[in-house]
Each structure stands twice: as structure tokens, then as C-alpha cells.
């Protein structure tokens, strides 16, 4: 499995403080899980991925603000 993630970002000095804004997006392409049958011993039922090697959330988005004062 191949998974792109991307990131923007942008610094800001506005009065001897700096400003860092963001946007991430993880899983670009919104790549889905391949099909791995796995069993949880104490669990009732068999899983249908392995969520501990694959990203099963799919395309995720994020803002962020960072400031140093």
C-alpha cells in the first residue's frame, strides 16, 4: 500500500511574533484498506482488515494555527 499525505503551510511575522497556518490532508487519494482477514482473541468476530498496518479513517483533513509570542 502506497499512501500520499500533503502539506501546506504559510509563516507569518506580524510584530515580532510569528504565526504558522496549516492544512494537512492525510490519505490524499483516499486509498482503501486491502482485505486481510484477521482475528481478535478475545473478540467475538473476525476483522476484515488490520487497522494497526492500514489506515482504515480514509481521507482525513486539518487546519492548524501555531503562535510564537
Do not use: C, W
Not at 24 to 37: E, R
Not at 58 to 67: A, D, E, H
Amino acid at each position: 500500500m502506497t499512501y500520499v499525505d500533503l502539506r501546506l503551510g504559510y509563516d507569518f511575522d506580524i510584530g515580532g511574533s510569528n504565526i504558522e497556518v496549516s492544512a494537512n490532508v492525510t490519505n490524499l487519494f483516499d486509498v482503501d484498506p486491502p482485505i486481510t482477514p484477521s482475528y481478535i482473541g478475545l473478540g467475538e468476530h473476525a476483522l476484515q482488515h488490520n487497522s494497526s498496518v492500514y489506515d482504515v479513517l480514509g481521507r482525513r483533513y486539518t487546519l492548524g494555527i501555531k503562535f510564537k509570542l
